[in-house]
């Protein structure tokens, strides 16, 4: 094999990441060079001109017609292609409380219709995982819930309404990230839960997405002590745990950025590791999340550790050119059927029609706890006072809009201030000139027992028991006895709903 052929081969199973707008010249290269692909994130899509990013895809196909090109595009609080307002159709873990496979089938048909109009082939959802550990610091409410039953049937109607809009899906974290109290982007987390625990309680909703017929899988970043000590993404008998269910399609790994591989062995040795244990395509991650290089790598660096590191096994015959091609063979068949849906007619316009749902009616319906309603009070003068505090934004969702401001500034004038810990609350509350009688929200994403926001929360209610107490995040054990509000993620629908019911 000569050395271009080499290169076609190792680029062939490798999705970066990039910086801007644009696409830069080393990516176009790469891509003329065989690249699998690329994903998307935030950074890359300009919300101030809309039809950017399908210009940006054309110029992807231009350069690779067989290039994957994949989003993390999951509603609620994972949104890429609508992250500068917040994502207009609800998350998971909402779709989960309203328990309606229906909606949740058009929740997914209407994320495929925004993410094919983007130019997007592959879609990183739906999150099959089942949040059995209320302290998960990266599942949470992306999870349709607890219960394995329910997050599979869910799992498969979000499957099967992103496919109908002519893209594929991909479920993920397997074997499944939910009952894990670590965050794989920081560290690498255990999961100690037996082999038979995990079949029975975390394996199904995988085994209803693979009936569905999804195109592709993605790894997790955790180690399962009974299958050793390798994490999922670098381990063959996980992999084999997901060919045992019969999925034949992309098994796609989860970034090699993320320090539960990276500051582990590495992303070029994790990217080789990942190969022989039977991965397909190789996510090399975020280039704007500093991690454990702090920054020091650019975008194509990022590129060439992954490439290089293939090019080298490859050498010392650690990998052979048949078990790339393998990889290969598959991604090829994905982008195939990615082209054949690009050159399907749903309608007369050669689009696929959104469902039409009314996404903040759905969101508000789930809704639970009990909310002021300060039009009916007669509080409708004075602005509303927003103590925030939601801990920093986890790495897999990315800065996030402010939407709850954003929601009530549309009705009314909103004031906004972090919501300090809990011996300083009564001197903000008095710095702030606020009282009993004045409109206050206090939002919070944490509940954990002996935590910092749920201390807070309840010392502005024993001084403010009026506020509007607003949580973001899972419920916890017992929270239905808490005075609160619960909206189960941040989007935009969401935050719409919140403020509908508040002011009217």
Not at 46 to 57: I, K, N, T
Not at 187 to 213: I, K, T
Not at 411 to 424: E, I, K
């Amino acid at each position: 094999m000569n050395a271009a052929d080499r290169l076609r081969l190792v680029n062939s199973v490798i999705l970066p990441g990039f910086l801007g707008t644009a696409l830069p010249a080393w990516l176009e290269e790469a891509l003329r060079n065989g690249l699998g692909g690329v994903v998307y994130f935030s950074q890359n899509i300009d919300p101030g001109s809309p039809g950017a990013v399908g210009r940006l895809s054309e110029a992807v196909l231009a350069a690779n017609p067989d290039a994957v090109i994949g989003i993390d595009e999951e509603g609620g609080n994972v949104t890429r292609l609508q992250s500068a307002a917040g994502s207009g159709i609800p998350g998971a873990a909402v779709l989960g409380v309203l328990d309606d496979t229906g909606l949740t089938e058009d929740a997914g048909r209407d994320i495929g219709v925004l993410a094919r109009a983007a130019g997007v082939n592959l879609v990183l959802a739906p999150v099959a995982d089942v949040n059995t550990n209320p302290l998960n610091p990266i599942i949470g409410v992306r999870s349709f819930g607890a219960d394995t039953a329910r997050v599979s049937a869910h799992t498969a109607a979000l499957v099967r309404g992103l496919q109908s809009a002519g893209v594929g899906a991909c479920a993920k974290h397997f074997p499944g990230h939910g009952d894990t109290s670590t965050d794989s982007h920081l560290e690498l987390p255990r999961v100690e839960l037996s082999l038979e625990e995990m079949r029975r309680d975390h394996l199904p909703p995988f085994a209803a997405a693979v009936e569905q017929g999804v195109a592709a899988v993605m790894s997790a970043h955790i180690v399962i002590p009974e299958l050793g000590e390798l994490p999922a993404t670098l381990n063959p008998a996980a992999v084999a745990l997901l060919r045992e269910l019969g999925h034949d399609g992309l098994l796609v790994t989860d970034a090699l950025d993320m320090a539960a591989v990276r500051a582990g062995v590495g992303s070029g040795p994790g990217a080789v590791l990942a190969l022989k244990a039977g991965a397909d395509l190789l996510c090399v991650g975020n280039p704007s999340n500093l991690g454990p290089k702090a920054g020091s790598t650019s975008d194509e660096d990022d590129y060439l550790e992954v490439r290089d590191a293939l090019l080298a096994a490859l050498d010392d015959g650690t990998l052979t050119p048949a078990s790339i091609e393998a990889a290969s063979r598959r991604i090829r068949r994905f982008a195939e059927a990615a082209r054949r849906a690009r050159a399907g007619a749903p309608d007369s316009t050669g689009a696929p029609t959104p469902s039409g749902r009314d996404w903040v009616e759905a969101a508000g319906r789930a809704l639970t706890g009990v909310l002021p309603s300060w039009s009916r009070n007669g509080k409708t003068a004075d602005p509303v006072q927003l103590l925030d505090g939601r801990g920093r934004a986890n790495i897999a969702a990315g800065p996030l809009s402010d939407v709850f401001s954003a929601a009530l500034a549309r009705r009314t004038a909103v004031r906004r201030s972090a919501l300090p810990d809990p011996a300083g609350t009564a001197d903000l509350i008095g710095s702030l000139g606020l009282t009993p009688e004045s409109r206050v929200v206090v939002l919070t994403d944490d509940l954990s027992p002996g935590g910092v926001q749920l201390a807070a929360a309840r010392a502005v209610h024993s001084l403010l028991p009026g506020a509007a107490w607003v949580h973001t995040g899972t419920v916890p054990a017992g929270g239905q006895d808490l005075p609160a509000v619960y909206t189960h993620g941040t989007s935009r629908a969401s935050a719409e709903a919140l403020a509908a019911r508040l002011l009217g």
